[in-house]
């Protein structure tokens, strides 16, 4: 069974940093798409950044590209979501997905596996 088991959440104020964490088992972590979602009450879960575990290919939603670095250990099957000059506006519960294949993806539809959700609140 697959698990994706996050951490790193909190509270920090506006223009400091974050990293977040999340360790999958139950499948190698080779061939495998690593994502971050997040989501707002009221709001869809959208796309902020992925990874692609064997090509290490990434890719970033636009409004965090310059401050957001994701990253993958590939001893300890984690990725992480170094979060850097974070804004009032990137508070959110984030999530980690991941899914098969070599391609980086932006839907939530595309990913198969799920972690629990993180908070990050970024205060002013």
């Known amino acids: 069974q697959v698990q994706l088991v996050e951490s790193g959440g909190g509270l920090v104020q506006a223009g400091g940093s974050l990293r977040l964490s999340c360790t999958i088992s139950?499948?190698?972590?080779?061939?495998?798409?690593m994502g971050w979602f997040r989501q707002t009450p009221g709001k869809a879960r959208e796309f902020v950044a992925a990874?692609?575990?064997?090509?290490?290919?990434?890719d970033y939603v636009d409004s965090v590209k310059g401050r957001f670095s994701i990253s993958r250990d590939n001893f300890k099957n984690t990725v992480y979501l170094q979060m850097n000059s974070l804004k009032p506006e990137d508070t959110a519960v984030y999530y980690c997905?991941?899914?098969?294949?070599?391609?980086?993806?932006?839907?939530?539809?595309?990913?198969?596996?799920w972690g629990q959700g993180t908070q990050v609140t970024v205060s002013s």
């Open positions: 990874i692609s575990w064997s090509a290490g290919t990434t």
């Open positions: 139950g499948r190698t972590a080779s061939g495998t798409v």
């Open positions: 997905a991941a899914r098969a294949g070599l391609s980086v993806l932006y839907y939530t539809s595309t990913y198969d596996y």
